[in-house]
């Protein structure tokens, strides 16, 4: 079976400060004997009914060319060209908005409130909605926590006309700041819905952002059981037939919290577990 395997234009920087997962995983799996071949999502140049199977691994501009994006899931499931993970997966997990699906299954997810592109809401009233002193603004499409604000009481009049000119081009939405977030933010890694490994990301330099860009840094770690069968919960409700998957979120009166749920195109930490890309490999088979 001959295999596309999904990246982007340049990929190199969005990888910048991380092992090149991209192109370690490819390597591993052709030396494996898979017929597998880097493709780029966006390249209309490519026919991609010629494939068995394609497989999403870096297609990390997604959310700047969302439009486009969500007409090439189109395309695959007009043609039926099998995707993984699977196409109605991706769409659903393209707009952040699915943690309202998650907080209606009665899960542990935190609190959030949306907004719809070119509103301009008063923010001062979401301090009493959400219960905090402190709260977190940001897209509902992105990546990498990019335009993510952070408005308090007291700077809240400064920060508002910001607010509002980024709510002119996109979606958003606000949640109470999660101090917590200074203890770590964990990342469960799945593959084929079963628990593989996990790190712990740091926030550093006084930020609150794990990302490597804004000072944080990763450590391999494992959490309590419990933690680990909550993070499988979100994974099994919602990412049914599911080749990877990562669980981001953060501990709360020892409850795990969802952050994030990760179907698109996570960075799967494979280099901190001694059988990362073994486990990729093993999971990946079963589909073919």
Not at 254 to 276: A, Q, T, V
Request: aromatic fraction near 14%; proline fraction near 5%.
């Amino acid at each position: 079976m001959k295999i596309a395997y999904i990246s982007c234009h340049d990929h190199e920087q969005y990888s910048v400060g991380y092992d090149d997962e991209e192109s370690l995983l490819l390597a591993f799996l052709r030396g494996k004997g898979i017929n597998i071949v880097r493709r780029v999502w966006d390249d209309t140049s490519v026919d991609w009914k010629e494939y068995g199977l394609i497989v999403l691994k870096s297609p990390w501009d997604y959310h700047e060319k969302f439009e486009a994006f969500g007409q090439w899931l189109d395309m695959l499931e007009a043609e039926k060209v099998r995707l993984l993970n699977p196409v109605e997966t991706v769409r659903w997990n393209s707009n952040k908005r699915y943690l309202q699906d998650i907080a209606a299954a009665d899960m542990d997810v935190i609190p959030s409130v949306f907004f719809e592109k070119g509103e301009r809401p008063d923010l001062l009233p979401l301090f009493d909605i959400l219960k905090t002193g402190e709260l977190i603004v940001k897209p509902c499409i992105s990546a990498g926590a990019k335009n993510i604000i952070h408005v308090t009481r007291q700077n809240v009049e400064t920060t508002a006309e910001q607010v509002y000119e980024l709510m002119t081009h996109e979606p958003y939405f606000a949640q109470p700041f999660m101090p917590e977030i200074y203890d770590g933010e964990w990342s469960c890694v799945f593959f084929n819905g079963t628990f593989s490994h996990s790190v712990l990301k740091l926030p550093g330099g006084g930020d609150f952002r794990v990302q490597h860009y804004h000072g944080g840094s990763i450590q391999p770690a494992t959490p309590k059981d419990a933690h680990i069968k909550a993070a499988t919960d979100y994974v099994t409700h919602f990412g049914k037939d599911t080749l990877y998957a990562r669980v981001d979120g953060i501990i709360t009166n020892d409850r795990f919290h969802l952050m994030e749920l990760e179907f698109i195109e996570p960075y799967l930490y494979l280099d901190s577990h001694p059988e990362g890309y073994e486990r990729y490999y093993l999971a990946l088979s079963k589909h073919l």
